[in-house]
């Protein structure tokens, strides 16, 4: 079946340093991909979305990586602050997503900065 | 500029109790959604409305209805709640659809618990 997974579920990381949460997607068909990130007692907040004909894309101090070949999708943090603790989401688009919502999300990585 | 605000924040119901979770938009946006978040599993979706006058089933439709009140506006009821609906609700929206720049805004949830 159609899945979006993490590789890894925990993820501590030295406050300063980089981060990198890695996602692998089944749905080679998927055309769109997005990462969120959900603190405590909160919704998902959006970070960054890419198309499937991108390889790379870069926000502020975030880059989403998109590996086709393989199907797998990372998201680095660079500098990572307190204030990226959280747990991380990806997202993929299946099909003719249009109005239609048809957004696979993962199970989410726990990320923990230690001070 | 709130984005998407939902209400209650905390629910307790009994079995068999109904309840509407109201939910609401100031960004002007198009679509609205209905997600269920429970432990060790992605968000789930349960309706969508693609735009003012339309709804659709979505993952988890089952026990649910929804009412798209206008565009701002789109609620979901539980007509005879059970255990299996306790969950994190969240509502979201987008300007069009779910797309390459029009990513899900998300509200803050709706905890619910059914004993």
């Known amino acids: 079946g159609e899945s979006v997974g993490l590789h890894l579920p925990t993820l501590s990381v030295q406050e300063g340093d980089n981060s990198i949460i890695n996602c692998a997607y089944s749905?080679?068909?998927?055309?769109?991909f997005i990462w969120y990130k959900q603190e405590s007692g909160k919704g998902p907040q959006f970070i960054i979305d890419?198309?499937?004909?991108?390889d790379k894309r870069q926000g502020q101090r975030v880059t989403v990586l998109l590996n086709k070949t393989v199907k797998h999708l990372s998201l680095q943090i660079a500098a990572t602050q307190p204030g990226d603790s959280a747990v991380y989401f990806c997202?993929?688009?299946?099909?003719?997503?249009?109005?239609?919502?048809?957004?696979?999300f993962g199970k989410g990585t726990k990320l923990s900065v230690k001070p | 500029n709130a984005g998407v605000t939902q209400t209650p924040k905390f629910q307790v119901l009994k079995t068999g109790q109904s309840m509407t979770l109201q939910c609401a938009q100031d960004?002007?946006?198009?679509?609205m959604y209905w997600y269920r978040q429970d432990p060790g599993m992605g968000l789930r979706l349960i309706y969508y409305?693609?735009?003012?006058?339309?709804?659709d089933k979505g993952e988890v439709p089952n026990g649910y209805n929804v009412s798209r009140l206008n565009k701002r506006e789109f609620s979901l009821r539980l007509e005879s709640a059970a255990p299996s609906q306790t969950s994190v609700y969240f509502c979201?929206?987008?300007?069009?659809?779910?797309?390459?720049?029009?990513?899900?805004?998300f509200g803050n949830g709706t905890r619910l618990t059914v004993t």
């Open positions: 890419i198309r499937s004909n991108m």
């Open positions: 997202a993929e688009n299946i099909g003719d997503g249009g109005s239609q919502g048809n957004l696979i």
């Open positions: 960004m002007n946006h198009n679509s």
């Open positions: 749905n080679s068909a998927s055309d769109y």
């Open positions: 409305s693609a735009s003012e006058g339309t709804t």
């Open positions: 979201a929206s987008s300007e069009a659809g779910v797309s390459y720049n029009s990513p899900l805004h």
